[in-house]
């Protein structure tokens, strides 16, 4: 009885010594915090930083994004970026697909009561995994085509956009 106590004992030391062994993040690290960066190859790439304007139209918010394309490219379908948290919450970011129009890249959010329908704009799906403490791992969990794209925090107009192609 008592050498069970014991090997059983030893088991859960074992198992609490490896759940405290987690492997330390080694990777690169954002110069900013509170921006997203895009991995390629052990580097970093910064997304464009940027205010959306918001207006009404008859469709609903407009939110417009001067230029027709990011400064931040990726040729990745998943991207995946690198986040240092400081005042934003990761997991309140949502990813939104913008549309090229008139020399500026917008998205239109229709009200409420409009967003049954199959064309309504929806954020894509993320997934956040810390690495540190602070530090996290934003990922894009669906394949998304090429395009103008722009991580925003719930709640907030600041954007930062990537383009993938």
């Known amino acids: 009885m008592r050498i069970q106590v014991l090997r059983l004992a030893a088991a859960v030391v074992i198992l609490a010594g490896v759940a405290l062994a987690q ?3 080694t990777g690169p690290r954002p110069p900013k915090p509170d921006v997203p960066y895009i991995v390629h190859a052990g580097k970093l790439v910064e997304t464009e930083s940027n205010t959306a304007t ?3 139209g008859k469709d609903g918010a407009i939110y417009t994004v001067p230029g027709t394309t990011s400064s931040a490219k990726t040729p990745m379908p998943e991207p995946i970026m690198i986040f240092q948290s400081d005042k934003i919450n990761p997991d309140r970011l949502s990813l939104y697909k913008m549309e090229v ?8 959010i229709p009200p409420a009561g409009k967003r049954g329908k199959k064309d309504a ?6 997934m956040v995994t810390p690495l540190a403490p602070s530090l996290f791992k934003v990922e894009v969990n669906e394949v998304i085509g090429d395009g103008e794209y722009c991580l925003s925090p719930e709640g907030s107009n600041q954007v930062f956009c990537f383009t993938t192609y």
């Open 54 to 56: 918001e207006s009404q």
């Open 101 to 108: 129009k008139g020399g500026s890249r917008s998205l239109v």
């Open 121 to 126: 704009v929806r954020p894509l799906f993320l």
């Open 23 to 25: 492997k330390k993040y």
